[in-house]
């Protein structure tokens, strides 16, 4: 093993995780996303999170909400600095939204297939977290 863990599955979930998990409430596509975001310093833990839907109840792009950990400035600041780098080289940029600390796409989707190409974008974003804010601190 390289680092930390090997498996984004891998890393230690709040227990609320793992009921919504166990209860089909953490949605599929956001999964790895949220499950990275528990892991990382400057995170104190996840609160809530949503694949996206085409529909009028649900908004239309992938987002999760956290709380954020006011010891750890410096692994919070390292993560929006990687949620930038990641926007820059991405086709689908995120933001991370410091008042009502979320992240989510900068742009919502207009049809199905924008959106489940937005959802694939949140397993990349996830493998880059695990790569280089859980396996690879500085």
Same mark, same amino acid.
């Given at each position: 093993?390289?680092?930390?863990?090997?498996? !984004?599955?891998? $890393?230690?979930?709040? =227990?609320?995780?793992?009921?919504?998990?166990?209860?089909?409430? /953490?949605? #599929?596509?956001?999964?790895?996303?949220?499950?990275?975001?528990?892991? !990382?310093?400057? $995170?104190?833990?996840? =609160?809530?999170?949503?694949?996206?839907?085409?529909?009028?109840? /649900?908004? #239309?792009?992938?987002?999760?909400?956290?709380?954020?950990?006011?010891?750890?400035?410096?692994?919070?600041?390292?993560?929006?600095?990687?949620?930038?780098?990641?926007?820059?080289?991405?086709?689908?940029?995120?933001?991370?939204?410091?008042?009502?600390?979320?992240?989510?796409?900068?742009?919502?989707?207009?049809?199905?297939?924008?959106?489940?190409?937005?959802?694939?974008?949140?397993?990349?974003?996830?493998?880059?977290?695990?790569?280089?804010?859980?396996?690879?601190?500085?």
């Amino acid at each position: 093993m390289l680092g930390k863990y090997e498996n !984004i599955q891998d $890393i230690p979930q709040p =227990r609320r995780v793992m009921r919504d998990l166990g209860n089909g409430y /953490l949605d #599929p596509r956001i999964s790895d996303l949220v499950f990275v975001l528990n892991g !990382i310093v400057g $995170i104190k833990e996840t =609160r809530g999170s949503c694949e996206g839907a085409m529909d009028d109840v /649900l908004h #239309p792009y992938p987002w999760v909400t956290f709380f954020a950990d006011d010891e750890q400035n410096s692994g919070f600041n390292r993560f929006v600095e990687k949620i930038g780098e990641f926007s820059n080289s991405s086709d689908i940029p995120w933001k991370v939204d410091q008042v009502i600390m979320s992240l989510e796409t900068v742009n919502r989707a207009t049809n199905l297939a924008e959106l489940r190409v937005m959802q694939m974008s949140a397993s990349k974003l996830a493998m880059v977290l695990f790569r280089d804010l859980i396996n690879n601190p500085r």
